[in-house]
């Protein structure tokens, strides 16, 4: 799940903090994540924790917050 990893950070990084995204999107506006999770290392520990498929169908459980 390395590729799977990499792919949701990076999206999830882009949501948060690329403007072109928020531009497209923009209730992501005012999203952050955990700091932590800056540090794909950090990220890539709990999403192999956390990651889980029923079905073939990937369930997503991060969070980002609104502040």
């Given at each position: 799940?390395?590729?799977?990893?990499?792919?949701?950070?990076?999206?999830?990084?882009?949501?948060?903090?690329?403007?072109?995204?928020?531009?497209?999107?923009?209730?992501?506006?005012?999203s952050?994540?955990?700091?932590?999770?800056?540090?794909?290392?950090n990220?890539?520990?709990?999403?192999?924790?956390?990651?889980?498929?029923?079905?073939?169908?990937?369930?997503?459980?991060?969070?980002?917050?609104?502040?």
């Amino acid at each position: 799940t390395k590729h799977e990893s990499f792919k949701h950070w990076y999206r999830m990084l882009s949501r948060c903090y690329d403007n072109k995204c928020q531009e497209k999107e923009p209730s992501y506006i005012g999203s952050q994540c955990y700091d932590e999770w800056h540090n794909f290392q950090n990220f890539a520990k709990w999403f192999d924790d956390n990651y889980y498929k029923i079905n073939n169908l990937m369930l997503k459980i991060y969070l980002m917050l609104k502040i």
